[in-house]
């Protein structure tokens, strides 16, 4: 079925059918239900190059993917690509993902924005003192960003979480149980969560007249391997830390592996804390002893960024320039009392 097929079949004419899926305000709601209904029950599919011709809209979201040899891919990313994905789809949205060298990022943002083939623009992995933002800004064209960057002036659109007050939050926890001794199990140290994490637990550790010692800090691409290799490494410390805060369940599940072959219990020789992104296949209550987590959907982040840029495209804002979530701190077994010596 065409247009104009569709439009026949509902009395209507085909610019008002056309507006009506493409979400312009001057179609009443009763209208754009009946339109989307006979989409649904037709399975009716707008031809692209020809909504694109009659509406200078491309109907896509374009992101850079970077890409190199050596260059780990992201199991997070990919959960927050599901829900950019979801919600894209409830609008017969697309992507357009162009590959580029993660030292040609800003250059692959330009070209991309130009092509005519994007609406919107979304990028993540955000840096302090980020240099793809003044180009993002110089564009014509919607932009989100999913995080922040420190150290960079707050004018652009984000959305974000809380993560210094995550961290400060979870180590408050651990100082109530007694802890003294803690490390970090981190992000790469120039990625902005990393930043504001490390921060967040400076902060509370400051308020008790403590510090975080630089052997009982890592930063690493957030892998098991690299969880299992750093607390190895804090495990072999004269004065071990009792106390752990893991960026990822990820690295958690590397680092409690590391705890359980040195032969110690977890939530009574070491207390530990991850980040929860809410993946579906590491879930922090079906560890063999449960995590205390920090806990934000990276899916639910991707439905929301989905639905202000979709939603800017087709002029059905307004919408927050910047957002910033809060995180749930869920308390489960892997955290106890500082053990007696």
Not at 230 to 254: K, N, Y
């Amino acid at each position: 079925m065409n247009l104009k097929q569709l439009s026949e079949l509902l009395g209507l004419s085909q610019t008002t059918v056309s507006r009506a899926l493409n979400g312009y305000p001057e179609v009443n709601e009763a209208t754009r239900e009946r339109v989307l209904r006979a989409v649904k029950e037709t399975g009716y599919r707008p031809n692209k190059a020809a909504q694109r011709l009659a509406t200078g809209k491309a109907g896509s979201i374009g992101l850079v993917m970077p890409t190199a040899p050596g260059h780990q891919s992201d199991v997070h990313f990919g959960e927050f690509l599901t829900g950019l994905g979801e919600e894209a789809v409830r609008h017969d949205f697309h992507f357009v993902i162009m590959p580029a060298d993660p030292d040609d990022e800003v250059a692959a943002l330009r070209r991309l924005a130009i092509s005519g083939n994007v609406d919107a623009l979304f990028v993540a992995y955000m840096r302090g003192h980020d240099p793809r933002l003044a180009m993002l800004k110089s564009l014509s064209m919607p932009f989100v960003v999913h995080g922040r960057s420190f150290g960079s002036e707050p004018d652009y659109p984000y959305l974000d979480i809380d993560n210094e007050a995550a961290f400060y939050e979870a180590a408050r926890l651990l100082l109530q149980l007694g802890h003294t001794r803690f490390a970090l199990m981190n992000g790469p140290a120039h990625l902005d969560f990393a930043i504001r994490r490390r921060n967040g637990l400076i902060a509370a550790l400051g308020e008790r007249g403590l510090e975080l010692a630089d052997d009982c800090t890592s930063h690493t691409v957030m892998t098991d391997e690299e969880g299992l290799i750093a607390m190895e490494r804090f495990l072999q410390l004269p004065d071990r830390p009792t106390a752990i805060l893991c960026s990822s369940t990820v690295l958690a599940l590397g680092a409690i592996r590391a705890v359980n072959q040195a032969g110690l219990k977890l939530g009574e020789d070491i207390s530990l804390i991850a980040h929860d992104d809410v993946l579906p296949l590491l879930k922090p209550e079906n560890f063999s002893v449960p995590l205390t987590t920090t806990r934000s959907s990276l899916r639910a982040a991707g439905v929301r960024i989905a639905q202000r840029l979709i939603g800017t495209v087709k002029q059905a804002g307004p919408f927050p320039e910047q957002e910033l979530w809060k995180t749930e701190l869920i308390v489960r077994a892997s955290t106890g009392p500082v053990p007696q010596i």
